[in-house]
């Protein structure tokens, strides 16, 4: 995978994308998904990515996007930051 992303970055994509709230991206480990940006990395890319929650796990949602992040050494972006439902302290 990391080879397909290589390529794609090399035909002019932006990064890697991302939408884990919903299948089949929700079974998308975290790992997974740093080895990926890690080589889009290599292309001055980015990691976008919808989150796995907007609502009770808001936070840890947003703390694994920046851990990919970090990890990878890689720009990120959420698609639409919002927040679903009540339950936020």
Not at 1 to 18: F, H, I, K, T
Not at 40 to 59: D, K, P, T
Request: with cysteine.
């Amino acid at each position: 995978m990391q080879d397909l992303v290589r390529q794609a970055m090399e035909e002019g994509a932006v990064g890697v994308a991302s939408a884990l709230v919903y299948p089949p991206g929700c079974f998308a480990k975290t790992d997974e998904l740093i080895a990926l940006s890690k080589a889009a990395a290599e292309y001055n890319g980015m990691y976008i990515s919808h989150l796995r929650s907007e609502g009770a796990q808001l936070v840890e949602s947003v703390a694994e996007l920046l851990a990919i992040a970090r990890a990878a050494q890689i720009r990120a972006e959420i698609y639409h930051l919002k927040t679903a439902g009540g339950g936020l302290a």
